[in-house]
């Protein structure tokens, strides 16, 4: 699926048409259009690893024409290491995706309003979920 890139993303300010690629309920990968342009991201589903809640600023709601009744996605930004456990996910600046009309806008979200990181490592919440599952059977 294609969107339109509403605000550059941080250090690609060329890019303006990107690919998400979905890989599973909890991966994706985004990546220009313009294979010239060359950015690839792994995106990440942070519902899936944690608790995730914070106001989608006016900026977003007015770039990405978003309505009540909108369906968005919000995914957020892994630098992947080896072994998967020592990757960072980027909380602190979400990507918002506006699927009914194919737009797309990266927000940094406000420091003093959350405490969401820039590089919060994976496996943190990697043992939180296998624990979870651990006691549920």
Known sequence: MEFEVKSPLLGFEEVSIMKLIIIDDVFMKLQAKNEKEHPIFTLVNPYALRE??????????EALDLKDDSNISI???????????????????????NTDNKTMIQVILDSSANDFGIAEPISNFLKKNQEEQETKA
């Open 75 to 97: 995914l957020n930004i892994v630098v992947v290491q080896n072994p998967i456990s020592s990757s960072t996910v980027n909380f602190a600046a979400p990507i918002i995706f």
């Open 52 to 61: 995730y809640k914070f106001d989608i600023p006016d900026v977003a709601i």
